[in-house]
């Protein structure tokens, strides 16, 4: 099903981008478009292995790893698209935007009362395992590239710009119906990156690039069956974070216009130490410490792409 789904996206937006394509030979676009836009669009899948942790108190004891939920893993897939425009010489600006769906996971969250995730705590109720197969994951970036290497076949360019990626988990469980736990991360932050070009012939070339992102974490949770919590903002957490990513695109050239692309992409994100902020109901906000929370994805994509 998830395949029939990723083509039907390729192929929605391979025939999108013909068509719109026609209609914009049509209007006679005037030359600063021709030749420097170009715009991508497909579909993505994706594996997501997410977790996070909080010590005991503010000074990260007591113990120093209380309660740990790990996200192993989380499969979603989507859509996503693309536009490069080179805007002067070998200055360029890039916009990015991927919206995916969650369509299997699962995820333990557990307290332990000894350091070391030793003295597990038994749950008051229900288990320690639970599904998560419902939530998104939205990504936007716009960035600004300077091409300070262009001979053919190879080129190599760098560029800085904004990130944001918003992600949404859930905690279900078959035997809870009621259970509906949601924690929403945001990792906000810087892009600089370096990326080449590689014509392997006139119709196939490689588009390798690594970027690293300085960012800020905040995140939300609702623990909507917890009856001393206050909903729908149980708790937040917030730290600085970092993370790499690295991918690979192979494209063919059906023409001058219009080429398809198979891309890998790789990513690994983390914070430092930050802050777990609780909302009680009875009014208390007590603090304790974040310890981090790292991720990890790899995802797969599929699209249609047409330089105007």
Not at 27 to 52: H, M, Y
Not at 95 to 109: H, I, M, V
Request: proline content about 4%; hydrophobic content about 35%.
């Amino acid at each position: 099903m998830q395949l029939i789904k990723l083509t039907s996206y390729t192929f929605f937006s391979f025939c999108l981008i013909v068509i719109a394509s026609q209609q914009v030979k049509a209007q006679w676009l005037p030359n600063p478009v021709k030749n420097n836009l170009s715009v991508k669009a497909g579909a993505e899948i994706r594996k997501t292995d997410f977790r996070w942790s909080i010590a005991g108190n503010a000074e990260g004891k007591d113990p120093n790893i209380y309660s740990e939920l790990i996200y192993d893993p989380v499969h979603s897939s989507g859509f996503f698209i693309g536009a490069h425009y080179k805007i002067y010489k070998r200055f360029a600006v890039e916009a990015n935007y991927s919206r995916l769906g969650t369509y299997k996971g699962s995820a333990t969250d557990i307290d332990y009362a000894g350091d070391n995730r030793t003295q597990p705590i038994k749950p008051s109720f229900g288990d320690t395992l639970f599904r998560s197969d419902k939530g998104n994951m939205n990504s936007f970036d716009v960035s600004l590239s300077y091409t300070f290497v262009d001979h053919h076949p190879f080129q190599l360019s760098a560029g800085a710009g904004y990130t944001n990626s918003r992600e949404l988990f859930y905690l279900l469980d078959n035997d809870m119906p009621d259970l509906n736990t949601t924690y929403r991360a945001d990792w906000t932050g810087a892009l600089l990156f370096l990326e080449g070009g590689i014509n392997i012939t006139r119709k196939i070339y490689i588009h390798p690039r690594v970027s690293y992102q300085p960012m800020q974490y905040n995140a939300t949770a609702n623990w909507n069956i917890q009856e001393d919590f206050q909903h729908p903002v149980s708790f937040i957490q917030t730290a600085n974070g970092s993370g790499w990513n690295y991918s690979a695109d192979a494209a063919y050239q059906f023409n001058k216009h219009i080429g398809l692309h198979i891309e890998w992409l790789h990513s690994g994100w983390k914070t430092q130490k930050g802050i777990d902020r609780l909302y009680l109901k009875s009014g208390d906000i007590p603090e304790t410490q974040m310890n981090g929370a790292f991720k990890k994805n790899n995802s797969w994509r599929l699209s249609a792409a047409y330089t105007f």
